[in-house]
């Protein structure tokens, strides 16, 4: 199994790691800061430094077949098996994805609190975010984006903890999402909480507070069936553009 840095401490942007196992899927470490696509967030990019000056690129992270597996995918034609098990190497992410797949995944968050309906899809990139709501009920897009305005202006801390499964057993509310479930058999499950705002679990990674989020806006809102409503969100400079 990989130790999980970035589940306790999102902002880390690197962390010495050893190499655990080299395939052709990718690079196994003992330890990272690589998120791997899942809840509907991308997956981490960013590169691996030996100390002789070797680095291997790193286009995407996924998980593995076994539990808790987290394998670094190396960018086309990159010599990943110049890595060998027991190099000691620095895994360093794209803080600049990272950070806009941060403010992205908690915008999404500061959505589902101003559109009280399940959630039953979700993509969070770098370019963009969306949600789909499980509604027949027509959403206004001008509205949507003063909503998420206001709740970045006022500042909320936005934090993570974990509570037991029986706990959220007791709270089948606290569950948004149609399509992807918390993860069980672990006795415990990660909720994110935006103070006043919203409370459900999430694996991801976000910002501390939701001013930290900066100018989000909803681009684009569509029916994509009788009873779905998508929501995209931009950054309001690309937008503009």
């Known amino acids: 199994m990989t130790e999980e840095l970035f589940r306790d401490d999102a902002s880390l942007r690197e962390c010495r790691a050893r190499v655990?196992?080299?395939?052709?899927?990718?690079?196994?470490?003992d330890r990272t800061v690589f998120y791997p696509q899942g809840g509907g967030q991308a997956g981490d990019a960013g590169e691996l430094r030996r100390g002789d000056?070797?680095?291997?690129?790193?286009?995407?992270?996924?998980?593995?077949?076994?539990?808790?597996?987290?394998?670094h995918v190396?960018?086309?034609?990159?010599?990943?098996?110049?890595?060998?098990?027991?190099?000691?190497?620095?895994?360093?992410?794209?803080?600049?994805?990272?950070?806009?797949?941060?403010?992205?995944h908690t915008a999404t968050h500061l959505l589902?609190?101003?559109?009280?309906?399940?959630?039953?899809?979700?993509?969070i990139t770098a370019a963009y975010a969306r949600l789909d709501f499980h509604t027949a009920e027509p959403l206004d897009k001008q509205a949507l984006s003063e909503g998420?305005?206001?709740?970045?202006?006022?500042?909320?801390?936005v934090r993570h903890r974990w509570i037991d499964e029986a706990e959220l057993d007791a709270?089948?509310?606290?569950?948004?999402?149609?399509?992807?479930?918390p993860p069980r058999g672990q006795g415990r499950v990660r909720v994110l909480e935006i103070?006043?705002?919203?409370?459900?679990?999430?694996?991801?990674?976000h910002v501390a507070n939701t001013s930290e989020v900066g100018a989000v806006v909803v681009t684009k809102v569509e029916k994509k069936s009788a009873m779905t409503r998508r929501v995209i969100l931009?950054?309001?400079?690309?937008?503009a553009g």
């Open 74 to 104: 190396p960018a086309a034609g990159a010599d990943a098996a110049a890595l060998r098990p027991g190099d000691e190497v620095t895994a360093s992410i794209d803080a600049a994805r990272r950070r806009a797949h941060m403010r992205f």
């Open 20 to 29: 655990l196992a080299v395939d052709g899927d990718g690079v196994r470490l």
């Open 195 to 205: 103070d006043g705002v919203d409370l459900q679990p999430c694996g991801g990674t």
């Open 53 to 71: 000056g070797f680095v291997l690129p790193i286009a995407d992270t996924r998980k593995g077949a076994g539990p808790g597996e987290i394998v």
């Open 234 to 239: 931009g950054f309001a400079e690309a937008a």
């Open 171 to 181: 709270n089948p509310q606290l569950v948004r999402s149609m399509s992807v479930q």
């Open 148 to 157: 998420i305005a206001r709740l970045v202006a006022e500042a909320h801390p």
């Open 112 to 123: 589902c609190a101003l559109v009280p309906h399940p959630v039953n899809g979700c993509s």
